[in-house]
């Protein structure tokens, strides 16, 4: 019994990093914006398709999931020029709308690229699991780990150490002042999309030969990832982090004990009482509203 | 004359059967259209008038069908009780729900439905049981409205419509209640509305459940409509489009949130033509509409219009 929790917890993390990646990436754009991006699970799915596509091609691995993270990282500007910058000052509901739409699009050029069917990467280093205590870990799950730990350090430090990632705080604060200190608000939204396109890109090859990637398969990842950055209050991208991994636990968890059928409704049951008792997510600010 | 609009709305759907009565885009699709026109009417009490948004409302309309189909046809009940159920079933969620999600603002809101949604989305795909799994109820008896089976494609249309303007009828006598008011109020300054002595939270509540119960009686009807279920028809994706469907409204208007309605129906039925392509012409419409005109089709093709008329217009 304590084997198979344990094992649950190694899936756990493993999936928790994934939704950890992408609700980074919507803790970036919703802090540069103010918008929340549906399409950032397509991002995910762009990421592994190309992906796979390229090493189909004939390019080697590490070369194709260069080119699938530059790939996703065009389209994340192209985003940004086209459907985000045009409708500044938009409601909420206005540019929710707008992003789905931008995640429905998406997915079409997806499902005309590569048509319905599922694809899969090969693991980075083979595929003889590594037994870790009562446990089998694949080594595919390293990889995430590792990368994840890595990308998130790296993110934190852009923050905290670059004058490029402070600059990009300061528009998350306040815009209007950012431009006054003359930083280039315009350019920090591309960036911040970007960016978050890249993480996402990413997290979709790391993933991609665990499970396999098809059009859709970006769709439950990003409301994942919606959720991780909810859960750990919107707008802080350490707290989405934290949110994915939890949430990852959780779901693995509950698939594991409960059902695995119904380990969507537990994830989501779980941010509900989250919001029911904490409004404003785990670690999210309290605002007062102005009136 | 506070109903005109409704008056002429109402000869309109009452003419075009007589006028075509073997029309597809007017006898099929016009009664899909009506199921439609009946939960975005419901979802604007909500968003459009108390400035609420629900990414989950598919739920509710997939508990009154799941309702009508599985009572009608695993326990033989009466239509009519088991839609009366269905309501019963879905005010009754929204009331325990509103509460603690309508305290909710802004992105936070749209997660909590979101995720109301998927759940109910997730139950029905997984108790199969009762629900038949993801391939849904089959054979659901045709509705009995007091010994008269509701059978064939115009009389589908005239229960359909029927429910329709009813809702519609309801609709524009509640915006204009008292409890219209203090929704407008809580939708300008929620602050403020409370320094008027309006009771937010039960304010917020009435119109959840209101708007969940006219979700629940779309449901039903089209259970027995289409005497078939499965939860394709109440995912996240028909969540969206019913939002869609307001929003292409302008929001706060009952006949825009219909019109929405309306105008969402009949692209979904021009875009299947495309095939591979639907998918991506709707992403790109759906984006487009929403920049160019996030006021909604009407007012955005009404500026349009007059932008069109001082261009052209014969200068004196």
Known sequence: ?291 | MRLAGFYVFAAVVALLPVLFPTNYFVTVVGASAGLHVILAVGLNLLMGYAGQISLGHAAFFGMGAYASAILTTRFGWYSLLALATGLLVAGTVAWLLARPILRLRGHYLAMATLGFGIIVHVVMVQATRWTGGPDGLAGVPPLNLLGWTVEGDLPWYGVIMAAMLLTVWLSLNLVDSQVGRALRAVHGSEFAAQMMGIDIGRAKTQVFVVSALFAAFAGSLFAHQQAFVSPDSFNLIVSVELVTMVVLGGMASTFGAACGAIALTLLNEWLVVFEDYEMLIHGALLMAVMIFMPQGLFVGLSQGARRLWAMVRPKS
């Open chain 1, 1 to 291: 019994m304590l084997e198979q929790i344990f094992q649950f917890l190694v899936t756990g993390v493993t999936v928790g990093s994934l939704y950890a990646l992408v609700g980074l990436g919507f803790a970036l754009i919703y802090n540069a914006s103010d918008v929340v991006n549906f399409a950032q699970g397509e991002f995910v799915m762009l990421g592994a398709m190309t992906a796979i596509a390229l090493l189909g091609a004939g390019l080697p691995l590490p070369l194709a999931a260069l080119a699938a993270t530059l790939a996703a990282i065009l389209v994340g500007l192209l985003l940004e020029r086209f459907a985000i910058e045009p409708a500044q000052g938009a409601s909420v509901v206005t540019t929710i709308i707008i992003t789905i739409g931008a995640a429905i699009f998406l997915r079409g050029v997806a499902l005309l690229l590569w048509g319905k069917d599922f694809h899969a990467l090969p693991p980075f280093s083979g595929d003889a699991p590594i037994r870790l205590g009562g446990a089998t870990v694949l080594p595919q799950s390293l990889w995430v780990l590792g990368v994840t730990v890595l990308l998130v350090g790296l993110v934190r430090a852009f923050f905290n150490r670059t004058l490029l990632g402070k600059a990009l705080l300061a528009c998350s604060f306040n815009r209007a002042a950012a431009q006054l200190v003359g930083i280039n608000v315009r350019v920090m939204l591309r960036l911040a999309y970007g960016l978050s396109a890249g993480l996402g890109a990413i997290a979709g090859i790391l993933i991609a030969p665990i499970t396999f990637s098809s059009y859709e398969a970006g769709v439950m990842l990003g409301l994942k990832g919606f959720s991780a950055a909810i859960v750990g209050g919107i707008g802080n991208p350490m707290g989405a982090v934290a949110g994915g991994v939890l949430l990852g636990l959780l779901e693995a968890l509950g698939a594991g004990l409960i059902s695995s059928g119904y380990k969507d409704a537990i994830a989501f049951l779980f941010v509900l009482l989250v919001l029911f008792f904490e409004p404003t997510g785990l670690f999210g600010h309290k605002v007062a509203e102005r009136v």
